[in-house]
């Protein structure tokens, strides 16, 4: 079985996660990490890298990634209003002919060549072709 070599951790976080299990087993399970362990965490992410420090230490990686300053929220300035853009679309291409071909069920053709500078009006066309055949 191959498995990747786990890269050696940092001193800095070997430290770091003797003193957050130091805390943990001081703590109810599941009480809310004190800021100053975040702080020490996001610090650690700076250097190391945000995954690198959560998987290390058993912390959230998205709340350790906000924290570091590469959250969602954290990406707009706080200051900035909407802007409206209005898109204009060009004007639609137009072929520059049309061809038009019927056939009825007795076997008559009829083809039409019709210039693209106006619409066909295809059903009209049908029905008078249609209406010569009975």
Same mark, same amino acid.
């Not at 992410?45 to 959250?71: C, I, N, P, S, T």
């Not at 291409?93 to 056939?103: D, S, T, V």
């Given at each position: 079985?191959?498995? $990747?070599?786990?890269?050696?951790?940092?001193?800095?976080?070997?430290?770091? +996660?003797?003193?957050?299990?130091?805390?943990?087993?001081?703590?109810?399970?599941?009480?809310?990490?004190?800021?100053?362990?975040?702080?020490?965490?996001?610090?650690?992410?700076?250097?190391?890298?945000?995954?690198?420090?959560? +998987?290390?230490?058993? *912390?959230?990686?998205?709340?350790?990634?906000?924290?570091?300053?590469?959250?969602?929220?954290?990406?707009?300035?706080?200051?900035?209003?909407?802007?409206?853009?209005?898109?204009?679309?060009?004007?639609?291409? +137009?072929?520059? $002919?049309? *061809?038009?071909?019927?056939?009825?069920? %007795?076997?008559?053709?009829? %083809?039409?060549?019709?210039?693209?500078?106006?619409?066909?009006?295809?059903?009209?066309? *049908?029905?008078?072709?249609?209406?010569?055949? +009975?």
């Amino acid at each position: 079985m191959n498995r $990747k070599e786990r890269k050696p951790v940092a001193e800095s976080i070997v430290q770091m +996660q003797r003193e957050l299990e130091e805390y943990r087993r001081s703590q109810p399970r599941r009480a809310k990490l004190p800021e100053s362990i975040w702080e020490a965490a996001a610090a650690l992410a700076g250097e190391h890298g945000v995954y690198a420090v959560a +998987q290390a230490l058993r *912390l959230d990686y998205m709340g350790l990634k906000k924290r570091v300053g590469g959250g969602v929220a954290s990406q707009r300035p706080a200051n900035s209003q909407p802007v409206f853009v209005e898109l204009i679309a060009p004007p639609a291409a +137009q072929p520059e $002919k049309c *061809l038009i071909e019927f056939e009825s069920t %007795r076997g008559d053709k009829m %083809r039409i060549h019709w210039p693209a500078s106006t619409a066909p009006d295809w059903t009209a066309l *049908l029905r008078a072709w249609r209406g010569t055949e +009975q």
